[in-house]
């Protein structure tokens, strides 16, 4: 029998999240691995030797790390989804098309606006969040909910990765700066839903994402006191 893959993650981390919740949509048995951030522990030796980019997640397969989410949850489907996962990552090209362009518009704008939260204030020493970061939360926010008038979900009218992936770095950031039903009624609907259709929603996506945001309010505490 061979081994089952390795899945190291942190519940704070979007990409995990949308890694284990893949996994569990498609009945995926991996083995989790959590890696503990407190104790630098991803920046150890043998953790480096796996990732030397000290990022999760990580899938190990066949004794071969992958060490980007999307390759991941993409590869999970190919090499483990059955046929009623097709629309997951469909295999017309189109569609397929369809559902890379908004990982690639996650990658791209929407989680490059966590990057930002991160840069200015658990490595930039900010006190508050800073108002650009909140300009291109709006402006990431504007694009999604462009996507969403056109269709039910993301990449059209099934469920798919781009769903996971990107409502797992939305929710984050919703906690800082808050999606508005009024001006953002397409996602607020889409949000709700993926609430009842993601599996363990609540002990894997809300509680990862309440992690993330006490990590960003305890680092504006800490900067805080140094300004005092």
């Not at 060490?67 to 949850?73: E, M, R, T």
């Not at 990057?115 to 200015?120: C, E, I, M």
């Not at 999606?179 to 609907?189: G, L």
């Not at 889409?190 to 996506?205: A, C, H, K, V």
Request: aromatic residues 10%; glycine residues 4%.
């Amino acid at each position: 029998m061979s081994a089952r893959p390795i899945l190291y993650y942190a519940l704070f981390s979007p990409p995990a999240r949308a890694a284990l919740l893949t996994s569990k949509l498609i009945g995926l048995n991996v083995e989790l691995k959590a890696i503990n951030y407190a104790a630098q522990e991803h920046h150890s030796d043998w953790f480096l030797k796996v990732n030397p980019r000290h990022t999760v997640p990580v899938l190990v397969d066949k004794g071969v790390p992958l060490c980007d989410s999307h390759a991941i949850i993409t590869y999970m489907v190919n090499q483990y989804g059955q046929n009623h996962h097709d629309h997951l990552y469909p295999k017309d090209f189109l569609k397929r098309a369809i559902v890379d362009e908004r990982l690639y518009y996650e990658d791209g704008v929407l989680f490059q606006v966590i990057k930002d939260f991160v840069a200015r204030i658990m490595h930039g020493g900010d006190i508050e969040y800073h108002r650009k970061s909140i300009e291109l939360s709006h402006n990431a926010y504007s694009f999604l909910e462009g996507f969403l008038s056109r269709s039910s979900y993301v990449a059209g009218e099934q469920l798919s990765l781009a769903d996971i992936s990107i409502n797992t770095t939305l929710i984050t950031l919703h906690k800082l700066v808050s999606v508005e039903e009024r001006r953002y009624p397409k996602i607020c609907a889409w949000m709700q839903r993926m609430r009842g259709e993601l599996p363990e929603y609540e002990e894997i996506n809300e509680q990862g994402a309440q992690q993330l945001y006490l990590r960003f309010q305890n680092a504006l505490e800490e900067n805080m006191t140094k300004h005092t």
